[in-house]
């Protein structure tokens, strides 16, 4: 559900007058149609949708300066739109207004093999973009369980089950191309790995949701192939162990690719959605290892001492292409699995991320109170970050029930917070955490505020989130 | 020689009244003196001092805040203060004002052995915190050439010989505390890994150089102390081929800690000043490796092979810690030897930081401009990154010497940006790269200054400096 945010909506003249304008100059790709409007008034989220006025669909960064130009100019609010796969309410139009769809800036500009980094239009999806570098033993690591598309990913700052050793949006984008909420365009960043030339706009707008302009182009870090990959799972009978052996990993500086916790009801639900009829319903790690064929040896090695030593069962390998994509996609299905628990359910998912020492602590404080709630909360976690989803499976037609939802979600959220740790580590804040938000901001929130007026003085750039009030 | 920036200096009432207030409050840790003025108002570049009209030692947080706010009220500008060894004029006083020294806000406040992080003051200095760390098994990689303080490394994005595997102050820092240009204390960052929670505060302060408000405290990565070192150097006959064989070695992904390179000229000051007879004036590879037994082997066979092909020498390696020490502190005392080879000369020392495709391009156009100039230009080079440093040794005394200097330090800088890189890849822009960082950030400059505005209205965070006019 949408918080009231209190804002009125853009003046339905002006909306109606920059609605015919967009439609003389732009013609099909404006839609005003009720489905339309309403696919793009939402992400994954819980709630209804807030749809915006009218879609356009732009196709290059050009369209995009010339559309917001002509939204500054009537103060109408706009949303930029990729995949629709958010989980925070970052795209609903609370105040109505232009859902600039950017799903046709398709194109991937450039590769540079030797420099490993690559160009992209923000509409370009994680999928399409490593199905191209396939045949170049080049990847790009980062993969939130949806096909996001590329800009979504950097205005969330998403990351994934690759970012233990990979980073996040943040470490892995170069530069930018920006619309700013005047319709200028500016480019921001560089090619060089490194660099001291002035404030770190490229920064600025990761993780801006959208609020401060439209990312229309990115520069990306890419990644060799590691010559040799190595899958495994590793089952725990003891929840707490099964954490606390990630947290030792981690500790050890064991440069894991990915590291990822799944609980006894979340297992339940990959195995029955997945078919993984070889596994047991229990607290398991799915692991992943990168690099040279000794290195990949000397890792799992030390991984599998460490388990050993916190009761983890043997492991099972997949080394072959094939059994690692399915190990996979079990794991990237986990959400559909979980919400084929229960069909028919809302879902809210909570994404507290905490300092290493705490997480057992989170883990088990969350999976207690999910107890407690009634609800069926399965947990997954890239938990080498820190950082653990609860999916809080509830009746969405019963207003109690979402409300209880809510405040669970707002619990664990807060815990995280009380530890040193974030209310979110990779799904931003949107409008589903502003209230939460305000409580970890402080007085940064001010600061913030402070920039957004100075860089879209009308507030027409995706009003009424990522800033507390 | 710091441009002519056209700025007015602060109303000498308002000084005069600000300086009587702070020596009320302060007492001697306030000083007018000549000498202190002078000693405040440069950094380690070339260059008359410009001095400020008075030094306020702080020693907390809270004091930072107090002083800046009386700056503030009379619009006097505040300059902070670290170990004075920046290099692009960051610390002269151009409207004169307050020099704000933090060297008394020295303490380590927090180590989280656990979650590899620790909480620091301003003032301290890399060596200060790696010395205290040496006894729990983890360090602190960043290593700019002097001992610098924190709090001005976060301040100029500085990095070092470690930053092709660590990262730079971008990557490592967590979180600050920071007084802005109205005298608030707020806090940005937390302990977790990772966070989508709002605006990236933390890395808009990292790199502003004093001009967005005064870093106070830093919470920053720490890493465990691996479980081997092997430093090594390899010399090589040809130039192009010592830069090239790095090239390879980061476009494989070989995950080496350091690789540094030196020209003829810069070696031959190296054997001179840190008494290296065993070696020959030759390019030269300085290399670390750090991991696990099996790991570290591993490298160094990646690197042997890439380097064999390429027509390096025989490795002489370090594996002790004096062997090493004595190696990487010649490598750090590089600027002083360097400076020994003309006694009394100035040094102007360029920043370039290029894709790897293009270093060795880079490279040796610029070796070819350096000898053409007549001036001794020994080059130094944190070639991983692919950033190198051309020092330029002039007689500082001749106009048309220090002009042409200075010429020469320019072409160099535009010419890595006309390749896609940087003209600054860790030092910053503060005085002396304004003319080059207006070309190299275009549109984006102007960003940045709608930000510098909303956050400094009255300009006196480090005034004249990072943004071009």
């Known amino acids: 559900m949408s918080p009231d945010t209190g804002l009125a909506p853009a003046s339905g003249d002006a909306v ?34 807030a749809a915006p006025d009218a879609v356009v669909f732009a196709q290059t960064t050009e369209e995009v300066a010339e559309i917001v130009a002509l939204c500054s100019q009537r103060r109408v609010p706009v949303i930029p739109f990729g995949a629709g796969s958010s989980l925070e309410g970052q795209l609903d139009a609370v105040r109505g207004g232009i859902s600039l769809d950017l799903t046709g800036l398709d194109k991937i500009l450039e590769v540079n093999a030797e420099d490993l980094d690559v160009k992209v239009e923000a509409g370009v999806t994680r999928e399409q973009l490593n199905a191209h570098l396939r045949d170049q033993g080049l990847f790009f690591p980062l993969d939130p369980g949806a096909n996001a598309t590329l800009g979504g990913m950097a205005s969330t700052r998403a990351s994934g089950t690759n970012a233990v050793r990979y980073g996040t949006m943040r470490e892995v984008t170069l530069g930018l191309t920006v619309v700013t909420a005047s319709g200028e365009i500016v480019t921001t960043g560089g090619r060089a790995r490194k660099s001291s030339a002035g404030y770190d706009l490229t920064r600025l707008f990761v993780g801006a949701e959208g609020t401060l302009g439209v990312i229309t182009e990115l520069r990306l870090r890419l990644f060799g192939v590691p010559e040799r990959i190595t899958s495994g799972l590793c089952q725990f009978d003891s929840f707490t162990n099964a954490v606390e052996a990630v947290s030792a990993v981690i500790q050890m500086g064991v440069p894991v690719a990915r590291i990822e916790f799944l609980d006894t009801l979340q297992m339940q639900a990959c195995i029955a959605y997945s078919k993984l009829d070889e596994l047991a319903a229990k607290p398991t790690l799915f692991l992943e290892f990168h690099g040279s064929p000794a290195s990949v040896d000397d890792q799992i090695e030390q991984v599998r001492e460490i388990f050993d030593a916190m009761g983890g069962g043997a492991f099972s390998w997949a080394d072959k292409e094939e059994d690692r994509s399915r190990l996979w996609k079990a794991r990237h299905d986990a959400y559909f699995a979980a919400r084929a628990l229960a069909p028919g359910t809302q879902s809210i998912v909570t994404d507290a991320c905490v300092p290493i020492s705490r997480l057992a602590e989170a883990v088990e404080a969350a999976a207690r109170d999910g107890e407690k709630s009634g609800f069926a909360c399965p947990i997954v976690g890239h938990v080498g970050d820190g950082n653990f989803h609860v999916m809080i499976l509830h009746d969405g037609e019963d207003p109690d029930a979402a409300k209880r939802a809510k405040a669970l979600s707002d619990r664990i959220a807060r815990r995280a917070v009380e530890m040193g740790g974030t209310s979110t580590g990779e799904h931003g804040i949107g409008l589903n955490k502003l209230a939460v938000a305000r409580e970890e901001l402080g007085a940064s929130a001010a600061l913030m505020r402070t920039i957004k007026d100075a860089l879209d003085p009308h507030s027409i750039m995706n009003p009424g989130k990522t800033l507390p009030v």
Do not use: W
Not at 30 to 47: C, I, L, N, P
């Open 16 to 49: 109606a007058s920059l609605v015919e304008t967009l439609k003389a100059r732009f013609g099909e790709r404006v839609s005003t149609a009720q489905a339309m409007r309403d696919s793009h008034g939402r992400g994954e989220g819980a709630g209804p949708p």
